[in-house]
């Protein structure tokens, strides 16, 4: 997944941007609340972990902010301020889980993964998703075509999640790169093209028909059926 972190210590934001990309997962960060709202309003991230005491705009403006421009994205609100009041206030503002500082980093793991099961209404804590003949673990990288698993690279399976959530839907080349590198990235021209030409080569070994497709000038398709041959 895509998660923003607004955390203006450093050293708690490098510390949870380094788990979390060991985790596998896509993270920026911000260190300012407004831009962090500014960001976040950007509708590209899975996930939101806002703190509370921010500079120039408070985790709790922050998020009464971010409902109140319509932004649906589930929040995660980290803070040392946690009586029951504090945790209520939170909540009311529009967060979607609060957390108390201190706290075990498997345990904001596990948090983050509810949050996006409830949004998605995933099964089971891996988050398989299903989209016609493909089943893919976002958590083992893992995919499995008509009974045969395949192994993929962290970036393919943050593409190919990309597309099975769009199935059906033209995907640009701009949303993939979003959903698989951070800000700081700087992409070469073809590097979605690549990462496509390999996933294609590990998901069609051994099938007779792509489930990829190319739309010239736009992007790429994942198919949830086969596509229809015409009658000989």
């Known amino acids: 997944m ?4 607004i955390e203006d210590d450093a050293r708690t934001a490098n510390y949870l941007q380094r ?6 997962h896509v993270v920026d960060s911000a260190a300012e609340g407004r831009t ?8 590209i991230y899975d996930v939101l972990i806002v703190d509370r005491l921010l500079p120039g705009l408070d985790g709790v403006a922050l998020v009464r902010q971010a409902r109140q421009a319509g932004l649906q994205t589930p929040i995660l609100m980290l803070s040392a301020l946690a009586s029951t009041l504090q945790r209520v206030e939170g909540l009311e503002a529009g967060c979607d889980d609060y957390l108390g500082k201190p706290y075990a980093f498997v345990e904001l793991l596990a948090r983050l993964d509810a949050l996006l099961r409830t949004r998605h209404q995933l ?4 988050r398989i998703l299903r989209v016609g003949e493909l089943q893919l673990d976002c958590a083992a990288r893992t995919v499995v075509r008509q009974g045969r698993t395949i192994a993929l690279q962290h ?5 190919l999640e990309k597309l099975m959530r769009h199935s059906n839907e033209v995907v640009s080349r701009s949303m ?13 021209d073809n590097v ?3 990462h496509i030409h390999r996933l ?7 099938f007779a028909y792509s489930l990829i497709q190319t739309v010239a000038g736009m992007g790429y398709r994942l198919l949830e059926r086969q596509p229809h041959t015409a009658e000989p």
């Open 2 to 5: 895509r998660i923003l972190v």
């Open 19 to 24: 788990g979390l990309s060991e985790a596998g």
């Open 36 to 43: 962090g709202l500014e960001q976040a309003l950007e509708g």
């Open 123 to 126: 099964p089971g804590p891996a």
């Open 155 to 159: 970036r393919e399976s943050l593409i």
């Open 176 to 188: 993939l790169l979003e959903s698989a590198w951070d800000y700081v990235f700087d992409p070469l």
């Open 192 to 194: 979605i093209d690549k």
């Open 200 to 206: 294609r080569k590990k998901l069609d070994a051994g």
